[in-house]
Each structure stands twice: as structure tokens, then as C-alpha cells.
Nanobody, 121 residues
């Protein structure tokens, strides 16, 4: 098990910024991918951004140029810096962990509990 502890959600105005954090305690998997998915009401959960243990990143087209994912290796913590947020970014954001590469919805090994992000117009 790799418990994921998230923090940083909340209410922000459109155009503002927010940073999410996710700590993977007890991680012993050297090769891994961590990322963020989000799920808005009535919509499917979608991948927002992912980062591998060797630093490769991937972003959804809808957030490219606005969101940045990074990680602190020794602390097994991943961050999602959200800039110029839009009302359509409103969703529950879930941290995800995969033992290996290729993080997609069907390959997630562990989930965080989710944190609400609400963007007001």
C-alpha cells in the first residue's frame, strides 16, 4: 500500500492560482508515476497531468501552458501548480500513483481521497 495524502484544494477566482500537493508515504517503488486526475459532476474522471520518477511529464491539452506538475523525489511528493484557472477547472482532483510508467485511468494502483477545487467566475 502507498497511502496518498492530498492538500491544497479550495475556492479561487478565475484567473487566480492554486497549488495542490500529494505525499506518497512509504513509497518503495523506485520506478513509478504520480499524477492528478479530476472529475467534474456528471463527467468522467480524466487525467490532468502526470510525472514519472525520472521527471518526464504529460499534460491534458486543456491545461497545457497553465498547469505545471513537479515532484520532490526524496519526499515522494508531487505538486500541481494551477495558474490562470478557469471555471471549467472546477472538479474534485485526485492524486494517483502507478508502480511503473504509463499512468492512465485503468492503470492506477493507488488513489488519494480527492480534494475539491472550485473556480468562481
Amino acid at each position: 500500500q502507498v497511502p496518498l495524502v492530498e492538500s491544497g484544494g479550495g475556492l479561487v477566482q478565475a484567473g487566480g492560482s492554486l497549488r495542490l500537493s500529494c505525499a506518497a508515504s512509504g513509497n518503495r517503488f523506485t520506478i513509478n508515476t504520480m499524477g492528478w486526475f479530476r472529475q467534474a459532476p456528471g463527467k468522467q474522471r480524466e487525467l490532468v497531468a502526470a510525472i514519472t520518477s525520472d521527471g518526464n511529464t504529460d499534460y491534458a491539452d486543456s491545461v497545457k501552458g497553465r498547469f505545471t506538475i513537479s515532484r520532490d523525489g526524496p519526499k515522494n511528493t508531487v505538486y500541481l501548480q494551477m495558474n490562470n484557472v478557469k471555471p471549467e477547472d472546477t472538479a474534485v482532483y485526485h492524486c494517483a500513483f502507478r508502480r511503473g510508467f504509463n499512468l492512465v485511468l485503468s492503470t492506477v494502483d493507488y488513489w488519494g481521497q480527492g480534494t475539491q477545487v472550485t473556480v468562481s467566475s
